[in-house]
Nanobody, 116 residues
Framework: QVLLAESGGGSVQAGGSLRLSCASS????????MGWFRQAPGKEREFVAA????????NYADSVKGRFTISRDNAKNTVHLQMNILKPEDTAVYYC?????????WGQGTQVTVSS
């Protein structure tokens, strides 16, 4: 069982920055591909970014490329999402995700609100 806890959400004006963190309780954190997803009101959950187990490979949704950066620290069992140049359309609940084979875990989410 892997428990994920997000933090760092909040309210910010357009153009601002936030840094989300996700802490994992699992001892096999370094084996997991980690990702961030988001869900805006009335919309389906969508992919934001992902990072491989080693951190050597990252992937981003087109809507956040060049603005968001995902990183991980396997020694501290954490993954981060640095969000810059935030836009009102980035407003959503952001979820941390861990995947290893058929194992798929989610955090409870953290709210990000961007005002214009």
């Amino acid at each position: 069982q892997v428990l994920l806890a997000e933090s760092g959400g909040g309210s910010v004006q357009a153009g601002g920055s936030l840094r989300l963190s996700c802490a994992s309780s699992g001892r096999t954190f370094s084996s997991y591909t980690m990702g961030w997803f988001r869900q805006a009101p009335g919309k389906e959950r969508e992919f934001v970014a992902a990072i491989s187990w080693s951190g050597g490979s990252t992937n981003y949704a087109d809507s956040v490329k060049g603005r968001f950066t995902i990183s991980r620290d396997n020694a501290k069992n954490t993954v981060h999402l640095q969000m810059n140049i935030l836009k009102p359309e980035d407003t959503a609940v952001y979820y941390c995700n861990a995947v290893f084979g058929a194992r798929n875990y989610w955090g409870q989410g953290t709210q990000v609100t961007v005002s214009s």
